[in-house]
């Protein structure tokens, strides 16, 4: 989905819920609900907004966590 919509980039909680979902079930979820089967070797954390030193933190955390 294009940057300038609306929840084009998460935030807070739905970064870690879709990076468990992710990790558990090689699947995310779309903004319209369409479950959509991935497998990734990578995540993009957008480092522009003023919480992103405690996302990357949170997302440390939660890969810790599943080694």
């Given amino acids: 989905m294009p940057l300038s919509e609306t929840g084009a980039v998460l935030d807070g909680p739905d970064i870690l819920a879709q ?3 992710l ?3 090689n699947a995310v979820t779309a903004s319209d609900g ?3 089967p991935i497998h ?3 995540l ?3 480092g522009d907004t003023p919480a992103a030193p ?4 949170a ?5 810790k966590a599943v080694e």
């Fill in 34 to 36: 369409t479950v959509i």
């Fill in 19 to 21: 990076t468990q979902q």
């Fill in 44 to 46: 993009c954390l957008h």
């Fill in 54 to 57: 405690g996302h990357a933190a």
């Fill in 59 to 63: 997302l440390r955390d939660l890969l």
């Fill in 23 to 25: 990790l558990a079930h």
């Fill in 40 to 42: 990734a070797q990578t």
